[in-house]
């Protein structure tokens, strides 16, 4: 079956630090790779998205690249603000269906990511 | 409205009472999903709808959770004989295309004394 498995948090940073939150998949098929990010009081809303192998998703300043060699992808962002502070969910959708497959999006736990000033 | 809207976003019910949370997601998306998001926990898959028929029923934690949509469009998640364990966020998303973006509403709080 898919999975997905993203780094325990919280992760505490200063403002102006350099962010990475690891996400590393397991699916059967070909997925299509997101980030949420889940604001306080909010609900989750798609942060950016990868579709292939070694695209590059991006969006408010973060990224992550699509790495099948090491079913990975991290997100990073080179200038964290307090306003960033949230938290980040990986995911994963299956493009094929199949033995095993399906299109039940799969998410990680979830990292919360304090920013402070 | 625009986005996906769900009903009530706060539900405080009494052990073994049954409790409806509705979701209305965006026109024109075939694709529907509850989750629920407990304390310190993930999304936790329940079901999931393409169109009005239900083809993945398997995260559903037992039988007195179950779900229906109607015309494509409003989906409501039945619990019943709530227990204390059922406390959670309960999340509805809806999609264009099922490999695709989710689009989630802000949830239902359902806290069970």
């Known amino acids: 079956g898919n999975s997905v498995t993203q780094m325990e948090g919280p992760v505490t940073l200063s403002e102006e630090a350099f962010l990475t939150i690891n996400c590393t998949y397991t699916?059967?098929?070909?997925?299509?790779l997101f980030w949420y990010v889940q604001y306080p009081g909010e609900g989750l809303q798609l942060l950016l998205k990868?579709?292939?192998?070694?695209d590059k998703g991006s969006n408010k300043g973060f990224e992550a690249t699509y790495r099948k060699e090491t079913t990975s992808f991290h997100l990073e962002k080179g200038s964290v603000q307090v306003s960033d502070s949230a938290v980040y969910f990986c995911?994963?959708?299956?493009?094929?269906?199949?033995?095993?497959?399906?299109?039940?999006?799969?998410f990680g736990r979830g990292t919360s990511l304090i920013v402070h000033p | 409205g625009a986005g996906v809207s769900q009903s009530p976003s706060n539900k405080v019910t009494e052990k073994g009472k049954d409790v409806e949370l509705r979701c209305d997601p965006i026109?024109?998306?075939?694709?529907l999903y509850w989750y629920r998001q407990s304390l310190g926990q993930g999304l936790e898959f329940l079901i999931y709808?393409?169109?009005?028929?239900?083809?993945?029923k398997s995260g559903l934690p037992s039988d007195r959770f179950s779900a229906e949509r109607t015309g494509g469009s409003v989906s409501t998640l039945t619990i019943q004989r709530t227990q204390q364990e059922d406390s959670a966020v309960y999340l509805c998303?809806?999609?264009?295309?099922?490999?695709?973006?989710?689009?989630f509403g802000e949830g239902s709080r359902l806290t069970v004394l």
């Open positions: 998303a809806s999609s264009l295309d099922p490999s695709g973006e989710l689009f």
């Open positions: 699916a059967t098929g070909y997925p299509s």
């Open positions: 990868a579709t292939k192998a070694d």
């Open positions: 995911a994963l959708s299956d493009t094929t269906v199949g033995t095993g497959g399906s299109y039940i999006p799969t």
């Open positions: 026109s024109g998306h075939t694709a």
């Open positions: 709808f393409q169109g009005n028929s239900a083809p993945d």
